[in-house]
């Protein structure tokens, strides 16, 4: 069974770092990519950036680049997403999902979401 | 950047049959997927490729895509179905980034 679970909520103060993680499970870890995707409270879903956890080549949506970063370690088939100094603004849910590589079949798999809160 | 256009509500009768709309620049030369999203759950893919279904997805769920407009269609709506629906595409040439649409919020009467 195909499982992606991501670690628990957060609650932090502006300027400080943080990292999530998302645990897949399931399948083999280096076949998927692995996307990210933002939700902030009571809006849509935003795609953030993707990584081949084969290589850990990454791509990030131009709204994220530069603000975040994806990693992964495959010995533990867990990918990550992380933040150096948080913000209010960033302050949503955040999604992992499993990637097929070819982007004509969707994301197939989703964490059930790890809420961050930001907050002095 | 490529944009994609949702209404922001459809209400629909239990029964009846539920049409959401995704707009977009010459979408129909795109590949389309579905997401639902009940609240508080994480998002589920119900459509991917303009029409196909995943495992699982129930045959009351399809899809169409041409022109500037992609549509996902509910038949025999239950009230189960209540729901967001996001569009997504890969937008490429360009960016090279996924897109998500606004979202519509499904009620079923």
């Known amino acids: 069974e195909v499982q992606l679970v991501q670690s628990g909520a957060e609650v932090i103060k502006p300027g400080k770092s943080l990292r999530i993680s998302c645990k897949a499970s399931g399948y083999s870890f280096t076949d998927y990519w692995i996307s990210w995707v933002r939700q902030m409270p009571g809006k849509g879903l935003e795609w953030m950036g993707r990584i081949d956890p084969s290589d850990t080549y990454t791509m990030y949506s131009p709204s994220f680049q530069g603000h975040v970063t994806i990693s992964a370690d495959r010995s533990i088939s867990t990918a990550y997403l992380e933040w150096t100094s948080l913000k209010a603004s960033d302050t949503a849910m955040y999604f992992c999902?499993?990637?097929?590589?070819?982007?004509?079949?969707?994301?197939?798999?989703w964490g059930q979401g790890t809420l961050v809160t930001v907050s002095s | 950047s490529y944009v994609l256009t949702q209404p922001p509500s459809v209400s629909v009768a239990p029964g009846q049959t539920a049409r959401v709309s995704c707009g977009g620049d010459?979408?129909?030369?795109?590949?389309v997927h579905w997401y639902q999203q009940r609240p508080g759950q994480a998002p589920v893919l119900v459509v991917y490729d303009d029409s196909d279904r995943p495992s699982g997805i129930p045959e009351r769920f399809s899809g169409s895509n041409s022109g500037n407009t992609a549509t996902l269609t509910i038949t025999r709506v239950e009230a189960g179905d209540e729901a967001d629906y996001y569009c997504q595409v890969w937008e490429s040439p360009g960016d090279h980034n996924y897109v998500f649409g606004p979202g519509t919020k499904v009620t079923v009467l």
């Open positions: 010459n979408i129909g030369s795109k590949s």
């Open positions: 999902a499993r990637d097929p590589m070819e982007t004509s079949r969707g994301f197939d798999f």
